[in-house]
């Protein structure tokens, strides 16, 4: 019987370990260095520069130690270079919030709509669509990306306190309550 400590399970393991790598390394999920955190690029044809994967690092570190403040000053900054930057979820959410509560409203509005792009079945993709509409409407006056927001509700159903700040910006929009 095999165990842990059993060479041919060890050289088993090993060749699994270095096909999945092979496997990975084949898709562009990863590097020499290790992971990387998986990025969603229209066409395949995409590629970082040294700068670019390093503000990203500087991102997720800053992120680790809670300073939300540099996390969204770099990516507003990793914007520039590379308009269609998407941080992983988590990430991306704590920078738009951040850009959003520091009242840098054009960018966080791109941060949220980045979000949703990427992140549709997010389990915080509905409060991210109403903080987005609320963005448009309240702080930036634009009904129509508000209403365009709003729509990518339909019926659904929502829980009461979502309804009532859904059906407070659709009426602020001029459309029909939920």
């Given amino acids: 019987k095999r165990n842990d400590f059993d060479v041919l399970f060890i050289f088993k393991q090993w060749r699994r370990r270095r096909e999945l790598r092979e496997a990975i390394d084949a898709v562009g999920g990863g590097h020499a260095g290790g992971p990387i955190a998986a990025r969603v690029a229209s066409g395949g044809d995409f590629e970082e520069t040294t700068d670019q994967r390093a503000l990203r690092a500087t991102i997720a570190s800053a992120h680790r130690e809670r300073d939300y403040t540099?996390?969204?000053?770099?990516?507003?900054?990793?914007t520039a270079s590379l308009p269609d930057a998407t941080l992983p979820a988590d990430i991306q959410l704590d920078v738009a919030n951040e850009l959003a509560r520091s009242a840098r409203n054009a960018d966080a509005a791109r941060a949220y709509g980045r979000f949703l792009e990427r992140f549709r079945t997010h389990r915080a993709a509905d409060d991210a669509r109403l903080m987005l509409a609320t963005i448009f409407m309240r702080r930036l006056g634009d009904r129509a990306a508000a209403a365009a927001t709003l729509a990518g509700f339909g019926k659904r159903e929502l829980d009461r306190d979502r309804a009532a700040m859904l059906a407070a910006l659709r009426s602020e929009c001029g459309g029909t309550p939920a």
Avoid: G, I, R, S
């Avoid at 540099?70 to 990793?78: D, M």
């Fill in 70 to 78: 540099l996390a969204a000053k770099l990516y507003v900054e990793l």
